[in-house]
């Protein structure tokens, strides 16, 4: 998006105090949810003795760890930054914008849980699909950030479980 529109969104959004709840509320919720329900797919796998549960630690793990450390490597500022806009989603952080960490995670544990029951792995796609539009809505990311966390998100995925995991087994 260019500057403009991100100044239309982040003035009309900020004039209607019920839609910029919205999607504040949208944003903690979902980003809650999926972050909660990774730690259950774990309890679940341990309690039933499931052999995929070390790949379904180590894999996201793993990724997480490298995409940070790219992600402070390239540093590159966010949309409020750039064009100087109060975004809807309140934010203070500087930099670190591409890839979407939120995005990438969400995208991540898509693609873990689609390892092990692959609806449930589309759904949280899904989810994560409308949480990247939020985060752009939002004013804190830009396309390129949360298309970037999504790819990354899931090649990451698609390589642990489906490329290496395989080779190692």
Excluded at 33 to 46: D, F, G, K, R, T
Excluded at 121 to 126: E, K, Q, S, V
């Amino acid at each position: 998006m260019k500057e403009q529109t991100y100044r239309n969104i982040s003035q009309a959004v900020n004039s209607m105090p019920l839609m910029k709840a919205y999607i504040v509320w949208f944003n903690r919720i979902i980003t809650l949810c999926i972050y909660l329900l990774y730690p259950a797919l774990l309890v679940l796998l341990y309690l039933r003795h499931d052999p995929r549960l070390l790949p379904v630690i180590v894999i996201p793990g793993v990724s997480f760890i490298l995409l940070s450390l790219v992600r402070h490597w390239i540093n590159f500022p966010r949309p409020y930054e750039v064009y100087d806009i109060p975004p809807v989603i309140d934010k203070k952080t500087t930099g670190h914008s591409l890839p979407s960490r939120h995005i990438f995670c969400m995208f991540l544990i898509a693609t873990t849980v689609f390892y092990i029951q692959p609806v449930a792995g589309i759904l949280i796609g899904l989810a994560g699909c409308s949480l990247a539009f939020g985060r752009v809505i939002g004013g804190v990311h830009f396309v390129r950030d949360v298309v970037t966390g999504a790819l990354a998100g899931v090649l990451c995925g698609v390589i642990g479980f489906y490329v290496i995991l395989p080779l190692i087994s």
